[in-house]
């Protein structure tokens, strides 16, 4: 659905009131990026936000990051990869350049990444997915290995720049469980910013604010800029 510049105003002003207000609370020097997942959206959308001042947007699959970067290539947006990246497609998306690539989930998925830019003469920045609440459906290495994983990728895979870690919060009404997920993996975050990392990725359209007080200073949010009221 397309919707007007005036719903979109309200809509963004109301997301960035409560990011600004959660932020205040942990630190008036905690900054917090937003990227805006345009995934169920119309492309209009996203021209509108960037008139907003929106300049970040996410996808989470390469063939519509693809499509939408043409479509929009005169405005100059940076563009995140957040979904699960396939190993075919691979290719693609370092063909694509984005700014950041959220969804690093496991060694394996590095080692063939780092192969393909090595092949091209190119590096990725990325961020480490933690499953951080263990859970069967999604992807992401497990907490108690992050650390290690993090260090080892960063020490063999040359044409990957490690900028920190991302998790997607519990899947649950459970705001506790919620709560412990993003804990856990700011936790993860903290040691890691000894070694370089400085994105601690994690928040969406119904826990940013829960996660920006555990520590988040990127949120990835759909639905709620893009919701009709
Ligand atoms: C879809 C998606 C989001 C945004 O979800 P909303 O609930 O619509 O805000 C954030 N992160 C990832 C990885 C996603 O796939």
Redesign the pocket.
């Known amino acids: 659905m397309i919707l007007d510049k005036e719903q979109l105003r309200k809509n963004l002003d109301e997301v960035i009131w409560n990011i600004e207000a959660a932020r205040i609370s942990v630190s008036e020097h905690h900054i917090v990026k937003l990227v805006t997942?345009a995934?169920?959206t119309e492309v209009e959308n996203i021209a509108t936000l960037y008139e907003l001042g929106q300049r970040a947007f996410?996808e989470?699959q390469v063939q519509q990051l693809r499509d939408r970067m043409r479509e929009l290539e005169v405005l100059p947006l940076e563009w995140h990869m957040?979904?699960r990246l396939q190993k075919n497609k691979i290719n693609n998306l370092i063909d694509l350049s984005p700014a950041l690539m959220?969804?690093l989930d496991s060694i394996e998925l590095a080692e063939e990444l780092n192969k393909k830019l090595s092949a091209k003469g190119r590096t990725m920045s990325c961020l480490l997915q933690i499953n951080a609440a263990q859970e069967e459906s999604k992807a992401g290495v497990a907490p108690d290995a992050a650390q290690e994983n993090y260090l080892e990728i960063q020490e063999r895979f040359e044409n990957i720049r490690l900028k920190g870690v991302m998790t997607?919060g519990a899947h649950t009404d459970d705001t506790k469980i919620i709560q412990e997920s993003f804990e856990t993996t700011h936790r993860i975050f903290e040691n890691l910013e000894r070694e370089g990392a400085t994105i601690c990725s994690m928040g969406?359209?119904?826990d940013y604010e829960l996660a920006i007080k555990c520590g988040s200073n990127l949120v990835?949010?759909?639905?709620?800029l893009f919701k009709e009221s």
Request: positive net charge; aromatic residues 6%; without cysteine.
């Open positions: 997942v995934k169920y996410g989470n957040i979904g959220h969804s997607i969406m359209s119904g990835r949010i759909g639905s709620a």
